[in-house]
């Protein structure tokens, strides 16, 4: 039994129910049903099938869209977005800043020589628990190590930064119009070479960048440990210090 025999055979229920079915549609859906009974009940129901080539559900639902109406869209007023407040520096930190600025990607400070022995390394060792054979042993390092002697930890030459940029030596300090130097960590750490028993080393110190903070001052350095005598650094650390005024 094809559409239209079907919608023929049923027209007389479909006129009698249609009021309580269309109670269920929605009001696009409703005109578009009553316009359907019309026809229905004008006999003329197969040319109207014909005519809007209902063919299938979907070609149904594409010719009601037109006629189903769109709500109006909600405005929402948009917030304005919180303003960052301004800071405000204090001379001594204004002036630094400018300084600092100025000698972008320079080196500013270089520390002095400073011997890294085997007492150094074993004081290092025994506060760490630290004791592996490469760093204590300086007999099996002589026989069994490539580098043919103990070498320093690598956090030892690490923790050895703020001695060897004068960050703790209150008679020479590398910023000494800042009150308090503050160490917020590290961006990259490398150990390009070890540092071997019986080494000197020393650090430089270039600024990379300095950003004005509540209270002070953001600075981030590139600080690099000279071994003496040796080609390769053996460390290369982006440190992060707040400075407070």
């Given at each position: 039994m094809?559409?239209v025999?079907?919608?023929?055979?049923?027209?007389?229920?479909?006129?009698?129910?249609?009021f309580?079915?269309?109670d269920?549609?929605?009001?696009?859906l409703?005109?578009?049903?009553?316009?359907l009974m019309?026809?229905?009940?004008?006999t003329?129901?197969?040319?109207?099938?014909?005519?809007?080539?209902?063919?299938?559900?979907?070609?149904?639902?594409?010719q009601?869209a037109?006629?189903?109406?769109?709500?109006?869209?909600?405005?929402?007023?948009?917030?304005p977005?919180?303003?960052?407040?301004a800071?405000v520096?204090?001379?001594?930190?204004?002036a630094?800043?400018?300084?600092?600025?100025?000698?972008?990607?320079?080196?500013?400070h270089?520390?002095?020589?400073?011997m890294?022995?085997?007492?150094?390394?074993n004081s290092?060792?025994?506060?760490?628990?630290?004791?592996q054979?490469?760093?204590?042993?300086?007999?099996?390092?002589a026989?069994?190590?490539?580098f043919k002697?103990?070498?320093?930890?690598?956090?030892?030459?690490?923790s050895?930064?703020?001695?060897?940029?004068?960050?703790?030596?209150?008679?020479?300090?590398?910023?000494?119009?800042?009150?308090?130097?503050?160490?917020?960590?590290?961006?990259?750490?490398?150990?390009?070479y070890?540092?071997?028993?019986?080494?000197?080393?020393?650090?430089?110190t270039?600024?990379?960048?300095v950003?004005?903070i509540k209270?002070?001052?953001?600075i981030?350095?590139?600080?690099?440990?000279?071994?003496?005598?040796?080609?390769?650094?053996?460390?290369v650390a982006?440190?992060v210090i707040?400075?407070h005024?």
């Amino acid at each position: 039994m094809n559409v239209v025999d079907f919608f023929k055979q049923k027209r007389d229920d479909l006129s009698r129910q249609q009021f309580e079915l269309k109670d269920f549609l929605s009001p696009s859906l409703r005109d578009y049903w009553l316009e359907l009974m019309k026809k229905a009940n004008n006999t003329q129901i197969g040319a109207f099938i014909h005519s809007h080539n209902l063919a299938s559900n979907d070609d149904a639902v594409e010719q009601t869209a037109p006629l189903m109406k769109s709500e109006p869209a909600l405005k929402v007023a948009a917030e304005p977005a919180p303003q960052p407040a301004a800071i405000v520096m204090k001379p001594e930190a204004e002036a630094l800043f400018h300084e600092l600025n100025a000698t972008l990607g320079e080196v500013i400070h270089v520390g002095q020589w400073l011997m890294v022995d085997q007492a150094r390394i074993n004081s290092f060792a025994d506060v760490t628990e630290d004791h592996q054979w490469i760093h204590t042993d300086p007999e099996r390092a002589a026989a069994e190590s490539p580098f043919k002697t103990t070498i320093a930890h690598g956090f030892l030459t690490l923790s050895l930064l703020s001695v060897l940029t004068d960050s703790v030596d209150p008679e020479n300090q590398k910023f000494p119009t800042a009150k308090m130097t503050v160490n917020v960590g590290f961006n990259k750490i490398r150990f390009p070479y070890p540092v071997k028993s019986g080494n000197r080393v020393r650090a430089s110190t270039r600024i990379q960048s300095v950003t004005p903070i509540k209270r002070g001052l953001e600075i981030v350095q590139e600080l690099t440990v000279e071994i003496e005598g040796v080609r390769r650094p053996g460390c290369v650390a982006e440190s992060v210090i707040h400075l407070h005024f």
